[in-house]
Every structure is written in C-alpha cells, then in structure tokens.
C-alpha cells in the first residue's frame, strides 16, 4: 500500500514537472502573443492591439510587454509598456487582479467579468493610477493643441460594456500635481497656467463627467470649482460648463504691480478676495470669464 502511494506521488510530480517545463520553458509566446491581442480586439471594438512579448510568471501570471490600443476614429493611443495579469486557480475565471506601466506612470486594479443574464459587464474594483505623467498622453495634448504637463493620480471605480466606450461609468478621486500649460490669450497678465496642486472628486455617466468639491492651489493663486465636462469622440470637442472662485495671492500682485489698485478696489467692493469665474467653450478652446471683475480686465487680459 506504501509503495503503491509513493508511486502515485512520484507520478504525480513527474507530471507536475513536465506540464511547468512545458508551461515556464516551452511557453509559445509568439502564438500566445497573436492570440491575445486577437482576443483583446474581439473584446474592444473598434481598436486594433498589438502585443509585443508575453510570458508566464509562477504561479498563474501572465506578463504582458508593448501593448498597443489604437482607435483610429476616435484618435485613441493606448501604448502599454507592460501588463501583469494574475488569476484565481477556478473556472470560468471571473475575476483578473492587472497591474501595469504606461504613460510613465502605473495603474492596478480588479477585473471582474459578468455575463449574466447577458450582462457582458466589465467593472474594474480597486483601481488606482499613479503619477501618469499628462506629457506623455498624445490624444489629450493632441486633443487640446497644446502641451500639457503635470502627474495625474486617481482612485475610484469604473466599469463598462467591452466595446462599448459610451458605456463607461467612473468614479472616484483625481488629483493632479505641478500641473502646467500655456494660454493662449494672458489672464492676469500671465501667459501660462502653474499649480501645484488639483483635486477633486469626479464621476462620469451619460456622457458627462462631473466635478465636485475641486480644489487648486499654486503660487500665484489659490481657488475652488465644480461643474461638468461634456464627452464627445474628439478631445477638441468637449464642453466645459464650470464655475469657482480665484483667489490671487500676495505673490501674484508682486509679479504684476499694476493689478494691486484695482484689486484693492475689489476686495473693498466685495469684501472678499475671491474672483468668481465660469470657465465654458470647449477643451481646444475654453473662454474664462470673471463675474464683477470689470476693473480687472485691462490686467485680466490682452
């Protein structure tokens, strides 16, 4: 009875040991490869993927290396430097923890796929981008026309129909740091946008994303926002509909002595230091306007 259970055993490892060899060693990564970046475009529609290398990381992991996602009509490019997929030892899989590079930053969370009743959901739990640099995201600097900079952070939730991108509901927390970009007309003299800090809580459904409890600060001035951006399939085309408050800081009336009088006849007016402003138009070209601020225009722009 011993030697027959020690047969068993040996057996068993042997086939334990050829099925790794086969699966670490022997990995087909080249049909693996095509294979995926098949599956990933019948799961996306309308985007074409490449994927460059993958391998098999113990115990049930995948890497994935260059991933590329483009959508042509939407002028969508995802690259992705790499992708780590990790299963769960059941069937059918119903639930992938991913973790990756891109855009110079990193991005985790939890896939969960539901089909029942024909649900074909995705939602991603527990997912969390970090320090993505804005720089690096071609179809949002593109999108805009003009260069942005800055680390984008966020945390939250979202889930969607594959395929489907009007289908996508996010929510959660964004924050961006040292956020910089260029204006194309002056606003308080200055020529560019630099904050240190961007906050606030967004979520997105219908088409809309929603802004609430925003928060900026930075050097020359301090302030708060809410409000939506409308989505469409060009980045240049979306609509912003926001309102805040800028508050100058004592480092911003340094820079620009000539707005110290006539702010000083604001805050005496108002008895505030805050500037209500609404900013509308759309991303490639949004319009800024301060409400009651008329003794500030001649400095407010060119």
Not at 56 to 79: C, E, G
Not at 276 to 284: C, K, M, Q, R, V
Request: charged share 25%.
């Amino acid at each position: 009875m011993i030697r027959k259970l020690f047969l068993f055993v040996l057996y068993a490892l042997f086939a334990l040991s050829v099925t790794a060899l086969f699966i670490v060693v022997l990995f087909p990564r080249e049909r693996i490869s095509d294979w995926a970046a098949a599956a990933i475009e019948s799961r996306l529609t309308g985007f074409d993927c490449s994927v460059g290398d993958i391998r098999y990381v113990h115990p049930l992991k995948i890497r994935l290396y260059t991933i590329s996602l483009v959508n042509d009509f939407q002028k969508i490019d995802i690259p992705i430097d790499t992708l780590l997929l990790s299963f769960q030892p059941t069937w059918p899989v119903e639930q992938v923890a991913v973790s990756g590079v891109a855009f110079g930053g990193s991005f985790e969370g939890d896939v969960q796929l539901d089909d029942a009743g024909g649900r074909n959901m995705v939602a991603i739990e527990n997912l969390k981008v970090s320090r993505v640099r804005l720089g690096e995201i071609a179809m949002i600097t593109e999108g805009v026309g003009r260069p942005l900079d800055g680390m984008l952070s966020f945390s939250g939730r979202a889930s969607l129909k594959p395929g489907r991108l009007d289908t996508l509901r996010l929510a959660g927390d964004l924050r961006v740091r040292n956020f910089t970009a260029p204006l194309r007309r002056p606003v308080f003299a200055q020529t560019r946008i630099e904050l240190d800090d961007i906050t606030a809580r967004v979520s997105l459904s219908s088409s809309i994303l929603q802004l609430t409890e925003g928060r900026a600060s930075g050097r020359l001035v301090h302030g708060d926002f809410a409000g939506t951006v409308r989505t469409a399939a060009l980045w240049r085309n979306r609509e912003l509909d926001i309102t805040g408050n800028a508050v100058v800081q004592p480092a911003l009336l340094e820079a620009v002595p000539e707005l110290a009088e006539p702010f000083e006849i604001y805050v005496r007016r108002f008895n505030t230091r805050a500037i209500p402003y609404t900013l509308s138009g759309t991303l490639s070209d949004p319009q800024i306007d301060f409400a009651d601020a008329a003794g500030l225009e001649s400095v407010r722009t060119d």
